[in-house]
């Protein structure tokens, strides 16, 4: 049996019903193939076998009071999955779908992510199925305290340093970092994504979407092309799309969609960045509130979109950033972005074409930048929040912004360089994969066997 296979037939023999993280582990494993095969050590030493297996999986109860004094209970994980170039770093998932194959498909791709930007960590990931929506402040402090009382053991600033994630934004890290140092009696770097007067770092924020677009940017310029006055589709309205369409805008872009769970907003004079921040990070309500100020965009409901597909990637565009959620582009909305003339994808969230799109988008050999690629600004900016909090030291905008900037070049000419290596220069699928699992597979053999 093929090597893939084998491997595949494995993790769902021994870990059962984790749908999303086959899909992450199947793309990598089929784009090792041609490495395995010039390079014997990597089978030799079983790293494949070793890689798809977290190096330790965390599941708690967490117990919290709601506002009517009741007892609520939410199921609590951290995946520390591979720690070789440095401490576990990745995001806590806050959001009802969470299980466990969500957050080892997270933590898995995280691994190859945090290896591309070429700093010191390792990959991990964690979060809950509790839901944010609809909690007060006082409900979302207790849950974070609560899910922190277990969480604080397994983490520390040279163990691992989560960040947030869906549903994690400011307030939430605030809260959790309060709690372990409450636990701990320790102020140290254990979080990031913390408030800019408490030791985070300037661009965290914003660091995600303006990574995207930087790659997209730099997909561009290695054809010649460039974003200026073009149409650019975005999909979500959290803290990667308000950041992507921030970016966008900054190099005079035109972002005319966003979307969340209940629907999409398609604003042809372009989506006004003001309303969307006040809706979203302010009001935290839904994107029917932006339709109130601006009647000329139009509100699609997701009753209303057509069957099984994301209303967002019908809008044409020459460039589209899906920065909601995974598997939110399908093959017929991926057919339809090619029809209508879009050349260039930036993923923002994690993995959010399913194979069958991935698939149209290499074929058509268009600009596609693959989430390990494309979204890892937010992780490599939060190691330097951990670079600053170590040396007490606080960078200015500009400086973390053009460090921002530098790595995501890195990481597009590492990714392309490699996929040429590999006879296949347009796809950064096989590029940021191979090259993301060099660097993990070469620590791994030169570590031994733990
Ligand atoms: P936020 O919670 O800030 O925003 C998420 C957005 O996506 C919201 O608009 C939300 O809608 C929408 N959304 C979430 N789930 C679904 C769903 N199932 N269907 C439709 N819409 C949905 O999260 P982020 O912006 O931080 O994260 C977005 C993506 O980017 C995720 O894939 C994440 O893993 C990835 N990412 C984030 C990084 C970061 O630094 N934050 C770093 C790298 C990747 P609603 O408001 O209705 O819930």
Redesign the pocket.
Known sequence: MPYTAKTMEYLKRTSPAQTEFYQAAEEVLMSLRPLLDKDPRYKNHNIIERIVEPERQILFRVTWIDDQGQIQVNKGFRIEFNSCLGPYKG?L?F?P?VNAGIIKF?GFEQIFKNSLTGLPIGGGKGGSDFDP?GKSDGEIMRFCQSFMTELYRHIGPTIDVP???????GREIGYLFGQYKRLTGRYEGVLT?KGLNWGGSLVRTE??GYGAVYFAQNMLEARGETLEGKVCTV???????IYTIEKLYQLGAKPVT?????GMVYDKHGINLETLKEV?EVQKT?LEAYIKEHPSAEYTPVSDYPKGRNAVWTIPCYAAFP????N?LNAADAKELLKNGCVCISE?????STPEAVDLFLEAKIAYGP?KAA??G??ATSQLEMSQNAGMESWDFETVDNKLKGIMEGIFLNSSETAKEFGDPTNLVLGANIAGFRKVANAMIDQGAV
């Open positions: 995001g998932r959001h779908s997270l929506k960040a947030g994630d869906i549903g994690v934004g994504g660091a995600t999909s979500g309205s959290g803290n990667v799309a966003v979307s969340d769970s209940r979203k839904s920065s909601a959620t995974q939110e923002g969230a994690n993995m959010p989430g979204n890892a937010g992780v």
